[in-house]
């Protein structure tokens, strides 16, 4: 690799190289140490193409999400089976990873505007800036910028566009899929907003399950599924469609049950948590 080599953003890909090793030595006991970092799916990251990915996920935190995410892309790419044991698979990173993130956010300070090297598409919300709720439009520069990744790579998107759990899915990310075609691969994470602070910076509480579980991509009709269809789909695929609120019957409860024997990333300890949780849905169903 050349030493001054580019990506299509403009930034020198040696100093990426550079700021994706140091920032993931340091965090890599945040998820290995602290918490453990539980995941399902690595398998089928090692069979996606290069490029025209993108990635979309429920959202817990700015950077701790993203940051997990590059951990567990590399460490898959590099072989290891559900784990990121070893940090030495940031030897040579995978460089045309890159994360969708609000403009403002990456401009509020030093680190934000570090990070943002390491593979921000950075955007303008259409909804808020500054604090307060907005209405404006898209820039289509911010479009064709996230056209420009997908071009180049793969692209992480947190089509909520807030980490606040179950509020809707931004209709934008329907367009941009119909627009470019990616391979849209669903991502759920758990744990992340117990684990550190909203910034995703600071360590709240250790001992936490953090869980990231890659799911198989989605079955999307590029030319005749409409946009709402395809919302629709996203909401189901990174789990926050508001059935996944409702109050559960016997028989969903029985499924749910099943489902948690199933992820056998899960410790004894963790499923003895998960099945006292079980029994008070059960008795709130049954007072009902």
Same mark, same amino acid.
């Given at each position: 690799?050349?030493?001054?080599?580019?990506?299509?953003?403009?930034?020198?890909?040696?100093?990426?190289?550079?700021?994706?090793?140091?920032?993931?030595?340091?965090?890599?006991?945040?998820?290995? *140490?602290?918490?453990?970092?539980?995941?399902?799916?690595?398998?089928?990251?090692?069979?996606?193409?290069?490029?025209?990915?993108?990635?979309?996920?429920?959202?817990?935190?700015?950077?701790?999400?993203?940051?997990?995410?590059?951990?567990?892309?590399?460490?898959?790419?590099?072989?290891? #089976?559900?784990?990121?044991?070893?940090?030495?698979?940031?030897?040579?990173?995978?460089?045309?990873?890159?994360?969708?993130?609000? =403009?403002?956010?990456?401009?509020? =300070?030093?680190?934000?505007?570090?990070?943002?090297?390491?593979?921000?598409?950075?955007?303008?919300?259409?909804?808020?800036?500054?604090?307060?709720?907005?209405?404006?439009?898209?820039?289509?520069? #911010?479009?064709?910028?996230?056209?420009?990744?997908?071009?180049?790579?793969?692209?992480?998107?947190?089509?909520?566009?807030?980490?606040?759990?179950?509020?809707?899915?931004?209709? =934008?990310?329907?367009?941009?899929? *119909?627009?470019?075609?990616?391979?849209?691969?669903?991502?759920?994470?758990?744990?992340?907003?117990?684990?550190?602070?909203?910034?995703?910076?600071?360590?709240?509480?250790?001992?936490?399950?953090?869980?990231?579980?890659?799911?198989?991509?989605?079955?999307?009709?590029?030319?005749?599924?409409?946009?709402?269809?395809?919302?629709?789909?996203?909401?189901?695929?990174?789990?926050?469609?508001?059935?996944?609120?409702?109050?559960?019957?016997?028989?969903?409860?029985?499924?749910?049950?099943?489902?948690?024997?199933?992820?056998?990333?899960?410790?004894?300890?963790?499923?003895?948590?998960?099945?006292?949780?079980?029994?008070?849905?059960?008795?709130?169903?049954?007072?009902?």
């Amino acid at each position: 690799m050349p030493l001054f080599k580019r990506n299509p953003f403009g930034h020198i890909l040696f100093l990426k190289r550079l700021l994706i090793q140091f920032l993931g030595i340091i965090s890599h006991g945040r998820y290995r *140490k602290f918490n453990d970092l539980q995941i399902e799916g690595s398998e089928i990251l090692r069979q996606l193409p290069s490029k025209n990915i993108l990635f979309i996920s429920n959202h817990q935190t700015y950077f701790a999400d993203v940051a997990a995410m590059f951990h567990v892309f590399n460490a898959s790419l590099k072989g290891r #089976d559900d784990n990121i044991r070893n940090v030495g698979y940031l030897w040579k990173p995978k460089l045309n990873i890159y994360f969708v993130a609000a =403009g403002e956010t990456m401009r509020s =300070g030093l680190l934000p505007r570090i990070f943002a090297y390491a593979g921000s598409v950075s955007v303008e919300r259409t909804w808020r800036s500054e604090g307060k709720d907005v209405n404006r439009q898209v820039k289509m520069s #911010d479009i064709s910028n996230i056209g420009k990744a997908l071009d180049d790579g793969w692209v992480i998107t947190f089509p909520q566009g807030t980490t606040t759990p179950f509020k809707p899915i931004r209709r =934008g990310t329907a367009h941009i899929i *119909k627009t470019y075609k990616p391979m849209v691969v669903p991502i759920v994470i758990d744990g992340f907003r117990r684990s550190f602070d909203k910034k995703g910076l600071m360590i709240k509480k250790r001992n936490v399950l953090q869980s990231m579980v890659i799911k198989e991509p989605l079955d999307i009709d590029y030319e005749n599924e409409d946009v709402s269809s395809i919302v629709e789909k996203i909401e189901f695929a990174i789990e926050q469609h508001p059935s996944f609120l409702k109050v559960l019957t016997p028989e969903q409860l029985k499924e749910q049950e099943e489902f948690i024997e199933s992820r056998s990333f899960w410790g004894s300890d963790t499923k003895k948590k998960d099945e006292k949780e079980v029994k008070k849905k059960k008795s709130v169903t049954t007072h009902k």
